[in-house]
């Protein structure tokens, strides 16, 4: 699904549509694919937590700097612009050690019936809040590459290169959610080893902390 209405869909309204409506149309249009789909699985599986409300304003954001670009090169550039800006955001949360994902884990704890204060208290224990800061770290990494890919590929294509630049981006993005979902799933192995040791500890009913 990701790849259809993502990819193909996109890829087929901005090579057949932009003779008909031009660059800059095409561009808006072929987004809107994307848009629906995002939204539909915003709302069936009902995400009103900081993980969908973060997917949503991103969403809004980027359509809304689409729609004031103006032209299709200008599109592009508010594009990396606007990946930068995300950039700083996700840097922000790392530096004040409120790193986005572990409240993106949160939330998924949350679908699976934890209640959310036990799952903060566990993700911020020492040897386990590491890896969201790792993980972190890779969200600032992944919107430095994509912004840069942009910005190199509309240098040497330029608008022309639209429909090259949803394959390559699409592809960077599949590799940098692989290896984040992978750090993810590896977490568990940390947390294994928290409780294991709590087991172990005659103290291990200390206070938890308050966040």
Same mark, same amino acid.
């Given at each position: 699904?990701?790849?259809?209405?993502?990819?193909?869909?996109?890829?087929?309204?901005?090579?057949?549509?932009?003779?008909?409506?031009?660059?800059?149309?095409?561009?808006?249009?072929?987004?809107?694919?994307?848009?629906?789909?995002?939204?539909?699985?915003?709302?069936?599986?009902?995400?009103?937590?900081?993980?969908?409300?973060?997917?949503?304003?991103?969403?809004?954001?980027?359509?809304?700097? $689409?729609?004031?670009?103006?032209?299709?090169?200008?599109?592009?550039?508010?594009?990396? !612009?606007?990946?930068?800006?995300?950039?700083?955001?996700?840097?922000?949360?790392?530096?004040?050690?409120?790193?986005?994902? +572990?409240?993106?884990?949160? $939330?998924?704890?949350?679908?699976?019936? !934890?209640?959310?204060?036990?799952?903060?208290?566990?993700?911020?224990?020492?040897?386990?809040?590491?890896?969201?800061?790792?993980?972190? +770290?890779?969200?600032?990494?992944?919107?430095?590459?994509?912004?840069?890919?942009?910005?190199?590929?509309?240098?040497?294509?330029?608008? $022309?290169? !639209?429909?090259?630049?949803?394959?390559?981006?699409?592809?960077?993005?599949?590799?940098?959610?692989?290896?984040?979902?992978?750090?993810?799933?590896?977490?568990?192995?940390?947390?294994?080893?928290?409780?294991?040791?709590?087991?172990?500890?005659?103290?291990?009913?200390?206070?938890?902390?308050?966040?």
């Amino acid at each position: 699904m990701d790849v259809i209405f993502y990819i193909a869909v996109p890829y087929l309204i901005w090579e057949y549509g932009r003779d008909v409506v031009g660059d800059y149309a095409a561009i808006l249009v072929s987004s809107v694919p994307g848009i629906v789909y995002t939204c539909y699985r915003f709302f069936a599986e009902k995400q009103f937590n900081i993980t969908g409300l973060f997917i949503l304003g991103s969403l809004v954001l980027d359509n809304v700097a $689409d729609i004031l670009s103006g032209s299709a090169e200008g599109t592009l550039r508010n594009d990396i !612009y606007l990946g930068l800006f995300f950039v700083i955001i996700h840097l922000f949360a790392f530096i004040i050690k409120r790193p986005f994902s +572990l409240y993106f884990a949160v $939330d998924f704890a949350y679908m699976l019936g !934890y209640k959310r204060k036990d799952s903060l208290w566990l993700y911020f224990q020492k040897g386990i809040f590491k890896w969201f800061q790792i993980i972190q +770290l890779c969200f600032i990494i992944r919107g430095l590459f994509m912004a840069g890919l942009t910005a190199f590929l509309l240098q040497r294509y330029s608008v $022309d290169g !639209y429909g090259k630049m949803l394959i390559y981006k699409q592809v960077l993005g599949w590799f940098f959610s692989i290896l984040i979902t992978g750090l993810f799933i590896y977490i568990n192995i940390p947390i294994q080893k928290f409780f294991e040791s709590r087991l172990d500890s005659p103290e291990g009913n200390e206070k938890k902390q308050q966040f």
